[in-house]
């Protein structure tokens, strides 16, 4: 236990009405006699606490007739540290930058206090990596404004390129949700020329403008459905459900993943049969050509044609 735990702990225990005996302290913090004497004159000196000894209880307490005390600000154990300074270098590797003015004086106040409890903060940054391979190059100002209008729930003028139809178009949108997904952020937004729910990859917005206009909000299990009834990215209602298969090699590793909430998952004897529903096939073609000979594609017809086709394509280029 370092000292950061050892103070909270004796602070609840002073919080007690009936002075509290050093055996106990010893007993329940697992330290010396002298290693908690220190840290009542710790508290004491640099707390303010009102530490006082009852000679008649042999014991320590609070002084009632002092004012309430308090530990000040938040207080962590060694291991709630650590998980915060790795929580900010997710978020740095998922958008760099995007919390520094705002983390930057926490997380030096972290590193302080795990100096304190005789640690080194600086490992974390050796031992926890966050690759991020596939991530998009983001335009930081732009993703400030979009955070901030999605939760402002402000109206933005967006300048879109989008990569399909590889041309430019001036949007307003209603922005809903910002998703990071497989490396790269979107902006989930109600499109108002399409009059409808439309994703917008964050790399293809070429400049955001906020507007003093509050946006049309839809409802959250609408969102939610739009953003979860199929695979992938490319979301909105499902309209078909996939049937691969995989062969034994692959099936052992494929029906221990997740590729959709619903998915359904059946042996044949070391063949493996996965069904996941999917509103737009162009991601999930991407995900079963990956798998190469191992998977096939038992239906729906369209969609066994469409993989076919790019496998063709591939083996002739070769």
């Known amino acids: 236990m370092n000292r950061l735990e050892r103070l909270v702990r004796i602070d609840r225990l002073l919080q007690q009405q009936r002075p509290v005996p050093m055996r106990r302290f010893i007993a329940e913090l697992g330290a010396s006699r002298s290693t908690i004497t220190r840290d009542f004159e710790y508290l004491r000196d640099f707390l303010d606490a009102p530490i006082v000894?009852?000679?008649?209880a042999n014991g320590h307490h609070y002084d009632p007739e002092a004012d309430r005390f308090e530990l000040p600000g938040l207080w962590f154990n060694q291991?709630?540290?650590?998980?915060?300074?790795?929580?900010?270098?997710?978020?740095?590797?998922a958008q760099p930058g995007l919390l520094a003015p705002y983390f930057g004086p926490l997380k030096a106040r972290i590193r302080k206090l795990l100096g304190q409890a005789g640690v080194s903060a600086e490992t974390l940054g050796q031992r926890i990596r966050l690759l991020d391979h596939g991530r998009r190059d983001l335009d930081s100002?732009?993703?400030?404004?979009?955070?901030?209008?999605?939760?402002?729930?402000?109206?933005?003028d967006i300048d879109y390129h989008g990569r399909a139809a590889d041309r430019r178009s001036d949007r307003t949108v209603h922005p809903q949700r910002l998703a990071h997904y497989r490396a790269n952020w979107y902006l989930l937004a109600h499109c108002e020329s399409a009059g409808d729910l439309r994703l917008f990859s964050l790399d293809r917005i070429r400049s955001a403008t906020l507007r003093s206009e509050?946006?049309?909000?839809v409802a959250p299990k609408v969102v939610d459905r739009w953003?979860?009834?199929?695979?992938?990215?490319?979301?909105?209602?499902?309209?078909?459900?996939?049937?691969?298969?995989?062969?034994?090699?692959?099936?052992?590793w494929v029906a221990e993943e997740r590729w959709h909430p619903d998915q359904i998952g059946v042996w044949l004897g070391d063949a493996y049969e996965l069904q996941v529903p999917y509103a737009d096939?162009?991601?999930l073609v991407m995900e079963i050509l990956r798998y190469g000979p191992d998977v096939e594609v038992v239906g729906p017809?369209?969609?066994?044609?469409?993989?076919a086709e790019r496998l063709?394509?591939?083996a002739a280029i070769y």
């Open 79 to 93: 291991s709630e540290l650590y998980a915060l300074l790795a929580t900010e270098q997710l978020l740095e590797a």
């Open 227 to 252: 953003l979860g009834a199929s695979f992938g990215i490319f979301t909105g209602t499902a309209y078909a459900w996939a049937m691969l298969r995989f062969s034994a090699s692959a099936a052992r």
């Open 53 to 56: 000894y009852d000679a008649d």
């Open 312 to 314: 063709r394509e591939a």
């Open 281 to 283: 096939a162009t991601e």
């Open 301 to 307: 017809p369209d969609l066994r044609a469409r993989v």
């Open 214 to 217: 509050t946006a049309q909000e």
């Open 141 to 156: 100002q732009a993703f400030g404004t979009i955070a901030e209008a999605v939760l402002s729930r402000r109206v933005l």
